[in-house]
């Protein structure tokens, strides 16, 4: 079992020594309010990602706001297990729909399915709006393994951006106010992808289940709370000089904010060749027969794109 929600009597970790800035979530909590929050930052794991498949502006940054987001929703769980983020948009749209999954303790994953002359069409800084087209909807599903239930909650994706959408998940599904903001874009220096992003949320006061207590002070601290982490910039959420405690620090030293130990994040894909081989050995014979191009059957990995051939041997055929 793994423990990733931060307790008071967690021992706060200032400026844990870390070999790399980036492919970290950190926990935190600010000092005398009910307020808890997580800061992500990815580099070479959200420039995998995207690379992989080369999405043309706008849709990268998409995948990777989507990717940071379920960074920051799966580093909340409590145990062994995984969310899966989905983005659907409606049959007009550029986009088709995008999915990013986290899985425990910190493999990130995500792909986006697109109309590419719909989407050239709309050029190299189309808004979420333009892509995502009206209608569609986003699903969070949290899966806990075989003795705890499977949850998902839906969510239109009817906000002006990815994040005002996550907000709204977190108000309607689970009653929780949230600020949130997610950042994605290439380093000029690099030329390399990186994300980021910062959440907090105000920690349920009452009951479990029962209404949440907010009197005046409560508001007033959860309103100073939600106004610091939204005067956050984009670019500091990606800059590479900027560790998530010196970013936490800038935002919170007035009231202290107490950092917990960071979780790390690679780019990991649960594909192998076995999986693909057992979903191909589901397919009818007469099909497989007609994937076999030069006596040989091939296959991308939708996620990560790697490339997999089998001989209609393998299959069975
Ligand atoms: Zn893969």
């Not at 005002?164 to 977190?170: H, L, P, S």
């Not at 207590?213 to 984009?234: C, F, G, P, T, Y």
């Not at 130990?261 to 693909?276: A, K, M, N, Q, V």
């Not at 296959?299 to 069975?316: K, L, M, T, V, W």
Request: proline letters at 5%.
């Amino acid at each position: 079992m793994r423990e990733t929600t931060p307790r008071p009597n967690n021992r706060p970790i200032i400026l844990p020594e870390s070999g790399s800035l980036d492919n970290l979530v950190k926990p935190f909590q600010i000092e005398g309010m009910n307020v808890r929050g997580r800061a992500i930052r990815l580099g070479t794991a959200v420039h995998d990602i995207i690379t992989a498949h080369d999405y043309p502006q706008p849709l990268a940054i998409l995948v990777g706001e989507l990717v940071v987001l379920s960074g920051l929703l799966g580093s909340i769980l409590k145990y062994e297990g995984k969310v899966t983020i989905q983005a659907k948009a409606r049959d007009q749209a550029a986009v088709n729909f995008l999915v990013a999954d986290f899985e425990t303790p910190g493999h990130v994953r995500g792909y986006a399915d697109y109309k590419a002359a719909a989407l050239a069409d709309l050029g190299s800084d189309a808004s979420f709006r333009s892509l995502i087209g009206s209608g569609g909807y986003m699903a969070m599903t949290i899966d806990q393994g075989a003795d705890m239930e499977r949850y998902q909650g839906i969510v239109d994706l009817d906000g002006d951006n990815l994040s005002d959408c996550a907000i709204t998940y977190f108000l309607n599904s689970e009653q929780t106010p949230t600020a949130l903001r997610l950042a994605c874009g290439l380093d000029p220096v690099s030329g390399h992808w990186r994300a980021g992003g910062i959440m907090v949320q105000h920690l349920a006061h009452g009951e479990e289940g029962g209404p949440r207590l907010l009197d005046r002070d409560e508001q007033e601290n959860w309103r100073r709370a939600s106004i610091l982490m939204q005067s956050v910039k984009s670019r500091e959420l990606l800059d590479p000089q900027l560790d998530l405690d010196q970013l936490l620090y800038r935002l919170y030293h007035e009231d202290g904010v107490r950092v917990f130990e960071p979780t790390d994040i690679d780019h990991r894909c649960r594909c192998s060749r076995e999986r693909l081989l057992s979903v191909l050995q589901s397919f009818p014979a007469s099909d497989l027969a007609d994937m076999v191009e030069e006596g040989r059957i091939t296959a991308n990995c939708q996620f990560c794109n790697r490339h997999y051939e089998f001989s209609p041997e393998d299959i069975g055929l």
